[in-house]
């Protein structure tokens, strides 16, 4: 090659460097670090890692090994699993990782501590995309334990929309107290507030291993979640079915007021808190014309071709009922005849479904 030739340009993967790197993993023979990680029974494991890779993508590694107050020797980790820590340094060798639900805590935890921001994107988008309503509880707990408010919405709405089903998987009885708490201010559950009742009793029993409830031992375990739940939001025939079973967990007082807060939506409890959560039959309403005016004038709204009119929402919405009234196409001498409408509702950008709407035949 002359001197005023181009060199080509070297396709380092095809010589074997990204290889290389790979078979760096967990390499006992040329490791400069170990991490030690004791397991529950007492036994330690040494896995071996390369300061300068992990330096390269974390700035913590970075000043723990290059920086002033280095640390030399073998680094103790705790809180953490060695299959969890191994899955976390696949980030480092193989830019990617291979995850599960039973460490994604772990890993989760390790990439907050060592401030991955890359790692902890491809963990919340794991999770996002394994979530179902028997894991949405452990999903919530770490968006909100590691501040990730995009998933803590996206868990919020799975919770929203299988309400009942999250109530009967075993993440939500093995959830902690704080992560009740959120539960219950969720502003919209798809179930009866006498389900949430119910299954804050279920977490009461697992909590405690036992199954005969007493005043004191639900109060221990709730504490202040027990005037969360929306008792104001059931009907009469729904608090007094509980009355039998459970009766003995309210006092006199608290008696009174539920009574007070089932009969009368302005009615402001002392005791419990005004539970903000939606009722069970919201409307939004949608009118194209003023019906009063038309009722004074006597006239109808005519349209001559397909209108459309749309709403959207930056809150889950539980859909009761779509109600269509007083639309009809009239006929001379006779009664008007059913006019179809056609609804789209669509959920995340997302279509989910399309139905049609008939009203009455008007005369």
């Known amino acids: 090659m002359s001197s005023n030739e181009t060199p080509a340009p070297i396709d380092y993967e095809n010589v074997g460097l990204t290889t290389s790197v790979w078979n760096l993993y967990l390499n006992v023979e040329i490791a400069d670090v170990n991490f030690i990680i004791t397991s529950s029974n007492g036994q330690e494991d040494r896995i071996p890692a ?67 921001p890359d790692g902890m994107n491809v963990c919340v988008s794991f999770i996002k995309d394994t979530l ?26 799975q919770i929203s929309r299988n309400t009942k089903a999250v109530f009967e998987s ?52 709730l504490v202040d979640l027990f005037y969360e739940i929306g008792f104001g939001l059931m009907t009469y ?24 807060m089932i009969g009368s939506n302005d009615f402001e409890s002392k005791i419990f808190k005004n539970n903000p ?22 006239h109808t709204y005519s349209s001559e071709g397909i209108e459309n009119v749309s709403f959207s929402s930056n809150k889950t919405l539980m859909l009761h009922e779509i109600v269509c009234q007083n639309l009809s196409v009239p006929r001379d001498g006779g009664p008007a005849s059913v006019l179809s409408t056609e609804v789209t509702i669509i959920q995340d950008s997302c279509i989910t479904g399309t139905i049609t709407v008939f009203t009455e035949t008007l005369s």
């Open 50 to 116: 390369h300061k300068v890779l992990l330096a390269s993508r974390s700035d913590v590694f970075k000043a723990m090994f290059y920086g002033p107050a280095k640390e030399e020797g073998d680094v103790k980790i705790v809180d953490t699993t060695s299959t969890a820590f191994k899955q976390f340094l696949q980030f480092f060798y193989f830019g990617r990782v291979s995850l599960t639900m039973e460490n994604i805590g772990y890993v989760l935890g390790l990439v907050n501590k060592y401030n991955m």
């Open 132 to 157: 179902t309503e028997n894991n949405a509880c452990t999903a919530y707990g770490l968006a909100i334990l590691y501040d990730q408010d995009n998933l803590k919405q996206f868990a919020e709405q």
């Open 170 to 221: 075993a993440s939500f009885l093995k959830c902690n107290h704080a992560i009740l708490g959120h539960i219950l201010n969720i502003d919209i559950l798809s179930c009866p507030e006498v389900e949430v009742f119910k299954a804050c009793i279920a977490w009461v029993k697992a909590a405690s291993g036992r199954e005969v409830l007493t005043r004191k031992i639900v109060r221990t375990h």
């Open 237 to 260: 025939d729904e608090f007094a079915a509980l009355v039998p079973v459970y009766g003995n967990l309210f006092s006199k007082e608290e008696y009174i007021e539920i009574i007070q």
């Open 277 to 298: 959560r939606m009722l069970k039959k919201s409307l939004i309403e949608c009118n194209r014309i003023d019906e009063n005016q038309m009722i004074e004038s006597g």
